[in-house]
């Protein structure tokens, strides 16, 4: 995505406790969309497409916003290609992105944003926006051809992210545990967005929004506590690749 323009918004969950589907995030959803009025939407990462699609377009609906579901058309690139704006819906990564390789559309997709296409990427949709599935916890169900994603950012999402419990006694590796595992092998910093957070990417611009923090992972460097309005174009790595 260097030297392109990018408006990219990516959420960590759908649904947040005591509100309902995409409630929480609504009006962030509808200030990043503008004057945007039909929108392109991704159901691959759940198995009943059909059903997935129809709950989307009624809540987006509800929003002003016209939504058709790019399993429905013949022609896929095409509708990428002609999109006023593309939303990933969540749900398992490795099916979603196995999807995307089926259907020829990471080339599609990434040309649709460079042009300046507003993309929602919403849990699995915000992990494919980066460089590769590698910090989802859902269980290869599918296998990819590759975990090479979308790459329209530099950084890594590992969503519903959950700070260690100091009063459980489950023995298991914590999401920190296995991000530092991640690093081990791989240089992309990664953001661990709790559930409300979101990023909002305008260029070079990476602003948290929504209710709730967010933990920033870099090699080499001891996390980071970021909160609601904090710039981390810097933290990520997106200044550079703008």
């Excluded at 990219?8 to 995409?22: K, P």
């Excluded at 609504?26 to 200030?31: D, F, M, N, S, V």
Aim: glycine share 10%.
């Amino acid at each position: 995505m260097q030297g392109q323009a990018r408006r990219i918004l990516l959420i960590s969950n759908s649904t947040l406790y005591g509100s309902g589907y995409l409630d929480h995030c609504a009006e962030q959803i509808r200030g990043f969309l503008g004057g945007v009025r039909s929108v392109l939407f991704v159901p691959f990462a759940l198995y009943d497409r059909s059903a997935y699609a129809a709950k989307a377009r009624e809540r987006l609906g509800a929003m002003g916003f016209a939504l058709e579901s790019v399993h429905d058309v013949a022609n896929m690139p095409r509708a990428v290609g002609d999109a006023d704006a593309i939303f990933i819906g969540g749900g398992n990564t490795f099916r979603l992105l196995k999807s995307l390789y089926d259907c020829d559309l990471l080339d599609a997709i990434r040309r649709r944003v460079a042009q300046g296409a507003p993309f929602i990427g919403l849990s699995a949709g915000s992990i494919v926006a980066g460089p590769s599935l590698k910090t989802t916890k859902d269980m290869p169900v599918v296998e990819p051809p590759s975990f090479a994603a979308l790459h329209l950012v530099p950084f890594q999402i590992s969503p519903h992210y959950l700070d260690p419990d100091p009063h459980s006694r489950h023995m298991g590796e914590t999401q920190e545990e296995r991000i530092l595992q991640f690093l081990e092998e791989n240089d992309a910093p990664v953001a661990g967005l709790r559930e409300g957070a979101m990023l909002r990417i305008e260029n070079s611009s990476v602003r948290l929004k929504g209710t709730s923090g967010a933990r920033i992972f870099r090699r080499g460097h001891a996390p980071v506590e970021t909160l609601p309005g904090d710039e981390l174009g810097s933290l990520l790595g997106a200044e550079v690749a703008a």
